[in-house]
Nanobody, 124 residues
Framework: QVQLVESGGGLVPAGASLRLSCSAS????????MGWFRQPPGKEREFIAA????????VYADSVKGRFIIARDNAKNTVWLQMDNMIPEDTAVYYC?????????????????WGQGTQVAVSS
């Protein structure tokens, strides 16, 4: 098992940057593909980005490609989501998730463990 805790959310103006962190404890962090998802108000949870076990591969949703970057440091048991040039449509609760099995996936139901989420709001 792995426990995940997100941090770094907040309220920012459009065009600003924010970096979310997800700290893991429990099982060996490099056993897991890591993903970020978000759930906008009144909408379904959606995939944002994912990174492979050792960071060699990443995938992004089209809506964030070129603005967001996912990265991980296995020595620190942490995965980050750097969000630049933010827009009001990025407003959501952001979740990190861990997938033990692979391959790297956009599907939420493939992820085994989830954090509690962190709120991000972008004002226009």
């Amino acid at each position: 098992q792995v426990q995940l805790v997100e941090s770094g959310g907040g309220l920012v103006p459009a065009g600003a940057s924010l970096r979310l962190s997800c700290s893991a404890s429990g099982d060996a962090f490099n056993n897991y593909i890591m993903g970020w998802f978000r759930q906008p108000p009144g909408k379904e949870r959606e995939f944002i980005a994912a990174i492979s076990w050792h960071g060699g591969s990443t995938v992004y949703a089209d809506s964030v490609k070129g603005r967001f970057i996912i990265a991980r440091d296995n020595a620190k048991n942490t995965v980050w989501l750097q969000m630049d040039n933010m827009i009001p449509e990025d407003t959501a609760v952001y979740y990190c998730a861990a997938d033990h099995n692979g391959p790297i996936t956009r599907r939420a139901d493939e992820y085994d463990y989830w954090g509690q989420g962190t709120q991000v709001a972008v004002s226009s």
